[in-house]
């Protein structure tokens, strides 16, 4: 089996999903996680997940230290555009596997490796297109693509030394592939759920299965994640690779993670649920208040919200779920 390691770098405190999301990478026993935090909480860390406690200030060290020229990087949130070099910044620290990657937090894990297959893993030089999960081959001219000054193509010196975000991760390293005619594996195996949406909306679907977004909800068990939906008012479930919560405040009503079972994700909680997931559960938990939705993100969001940043908000809120519906 090929071997493949993520790297997560996150500082500041731990999202109160993190004990969720380690529970995801435990049951893919099979993929090693690489941890850079300093967030000294106590958690229950599954034998893959390797910890290595430092400060953002020595992140930004050791990255620079690859650097002839100064590179900006002032916030942790900057760091999704260094993603793209992380098969060079820590080169040392992923030498014995096969394939590197990047992933976010904010999501839980299904089953990786029913989805990201041995025959992918040969056959394409980088799986994924979105910063939730993406994986590289490991290798020196694989680890170097993103060094590539190409026309129209924004480089590397310019976004590392900008402190705007310039999602390096996902467009445009992405842009540097299509220009190179590298093929990409890009099949939509994951939910990722649209910000604005008060019940669960995945984006990046076919328009054919638009109708699995009107009644849906999922569940996960010992290690598997499904989505249920409703298609002519019966049931349906179909396995996922990860859901992205994509800043979805959840509220978890989790007690117990050693004797965790089966539970139920639905807008906007996760709980333990050992019963079968019916039409009428589906029908009842697949659906939220709006004004709750909304009000419970400008809630959390509340110390970074300024008056323009709410108008802001529900103004993309009002453009993406009218586009939906047009």
Known sequence: MNTIVLIVPYFGKLPSNFQLWLEGCRFNSSIDWLL???DHQVYDYPDNVIVTYTSFDEMKKKIQRLYDFPITLEEPYKLCDYRVAYGEIFKEEIRKYQYWGYCDIDLLFGNIRKFIIDEVLKTYEKIGFQGHLTIFK??????????????????????FTTPDSCMFDEDI?????????????????????????KDFHLGHLPKEDEYKNKDNIFSWNQGKLYRHYLKNGIAHKEEM???????????????????????????????????????SIIKRKAHTSVIIFKLRYLYKNRYKLSFWKILDYLDKSRKETRGFKN
Do not use: W
Not at 138 to 159: Q, S, V, W
Not at 243 to 264: E, P, V
């Open 36 to 38: 850079f935090l300093d």
């Open 241 to 279: 690779l990860y859901i992205h919560f994509f800043c979805r405040d959840m509220n978890i009503k989790i007690r117990n993670y050693g004797k965790l079972s089966q539970i139920i994700i639905y807008p906007n909680s996760i709980e333990e649920y050992n019963n079968l997931i019916s039409e």
């Open 138 to 159: 490991n290798n020196p001219e694989t680890a170097k693509r993103y060094r590539n000054n190409l026309e129209g193509i924004p480089t590397y010196k310019y976004i």
């Open 173 to 197: 390293i992405d842009a540097v592939y299509k220009h190179l005619k590298i093929p990409v594996f890009k099949k939509v195996y994951f939910a990722h759920l649209l910000k604005y949406f």
